[in-house]
């Protein structure tokens, strides 16, 4: 857990991830434990800071920080304070400060703590605002909570809002997504990340060996016109914006630009001795370490081509470093995409045609 080099000036952005939630829902993946005391926030925190100030050198010039979880809104203001003092120092103007925060639990203390600190984004885990599919899910929130945040949040001056929902969940429905689907023209979230049902191993559904529900592209058209209809801007696969207010850290990501990670299971993308890393951070509250794994150059060309190709725009090369090199790398396995119009040059780049966005995961086995 230490870093002794200095890892590359270009750091924009920073993760830091928080893993503690007051219950575990069926779907979830991530990295994360029940909370079991403020004691054992405190000391994770206590760890977390000490990694941080190992990276100081490389923190000074980031442009997004987000804390992600886990649950970050399930500290206590001790601990919450303590959360955001220890990032104080790297917050700079005009940095987008993002916290995800469940609806359950915030508090108008704690989102005017926020605020004080420089937080400007709050992205708002709500995933569905049926209450019965709530329940199923293991959520412990219901359909009320979720406006009451925004409402405050609205007015305590939050004006970047970004609300996070799961289509094809077990037994939703079309009228639930329309459901949905209103509850967003009421409350008009800044952004909406709106992501299918994931399945894997480690949540509490993927232990129970379920299988996925079949209704994906339906919803999938669904989501996409209703959105459209209420102006939204589908930017990303998954992600859709109001009034060009996209999510740039995750932006980061997309363009291939790179970040680190801090806190357990927390992933980064660094440079050093110019040698090109995907990091993880493996082990559990009490310990953890970066395990660095080294990319070959083959397997960071793709990383730009699969992380660039899910932006509607596609990978524009005065944004992305070293995505000319890519399309050049991969011109021959790419070749056919082009002819068949799956893919398209752009003014500055290329990307996926409408129907080549459809297939995309076609292309990326191709050059894999
Ligand atoms: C890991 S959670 C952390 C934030 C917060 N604790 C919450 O529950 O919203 C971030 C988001 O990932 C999405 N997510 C988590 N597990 C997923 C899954 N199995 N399939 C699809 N989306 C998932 C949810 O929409 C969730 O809001
Ligand atoms: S979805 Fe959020 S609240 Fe639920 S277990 Fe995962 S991190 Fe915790």
Not at 219 to 230: A, G, M, R
Not at 321 to 348: C, M, P, V, W
């Amino acid at each position: 857990m230490t870093n002794d080099e200095l890892i590359t000036k270009d750091v924009k952005s920073l993760y830091v991830h928080i893993p503690f939630c007051d219950s575990i829902c069926f779907f979830c993946d991530f990295v994360k434990v029940k909370k079991t005391s403020d004691e054992q926030v405190w000391q994770y925190l206590e760890k977390l800071e000490q990694e941080i100030e190992s990276y100081r050198d490389d923190l000074g010039n980031l442009e997004t920080i987000y804390i992600g979880g886990g649950t970050p809104s399930c500290l206590n203001e001790e601990c919450t304070l303590k959360m955001l003092q220890i990032l104080h120092p790297f917050v700079k103007e005009n940095i987008e400060y993002t916290i995800e925060i469940n609806p359950e639990k915030v508090s108008e203390n704690k989102l005017e703590l926020y605020k004080k600190f420089g937080v400007n984004r709050l992205s708002i885990g709500i995933q569905t605002f049926s209450n019965p599919l709530l329940k199923k899910i293991g959520r412990i929130h219901d359909n009320l909570e979720p406006i009451r945040v925004i409402e405050l949040a609205r007015k305590i001056g939050f004006e970047n809002i970004s609300i996070d929902l799961i289509y094809n969940l077990f037994e939703q429905n079309k009228d639930d997504i329309l459901v949905d689907i209103e509850k967003i023209k009421e409350l008009k979230p800044d952004h909406i990340s709106w992501y299918s049902l994931i399945l894997k191993e480690n949540s509490i559904w993927g232990k129970l060996k379920k299988k996925l529900p079949e209704n994906d592209e339906y919803f999938d058209e669904i989501i996409n016109s209703k959105l459209i209809e209420l102006g939204y801007c589908r930017y990303e696969v998954s992600n859709y914006s109001l009034n060009n207010k996209i999510s740039l850290h995750n932006l980061s990501y997309w363009n291939n630009q790179r970040f680190i990670g801090v806190g357990i299971g927390a992933a980064g993308f660094i440079e050093m001795n110019n040698n090109l890393y995907l990091t993880k951070n493996e082990g559990n509250i009490n310990h953890w370490e970066r395990i660095d794994q080294l990319l070959s150059q083959k397997e960071y060309y793709f990383q730009i081509i699969m992380m660039g190709l899910r932006l509607v725009d596609g990978i524009d090369f005065s944004k992305v470093r070293d995505g000319a090199l890519a399309l050049d790398y991969f011109q021959s396995e790419l070749k056919i995409h082009f002819e068949n119009k799956l893919l398209e040059l752009t003014d500055n780049g290329f990307k996926c045609t409408p129907r080549g966005y459809e297939i995309m995961d076609n292309i990326l086995l191709d050059i894999i």
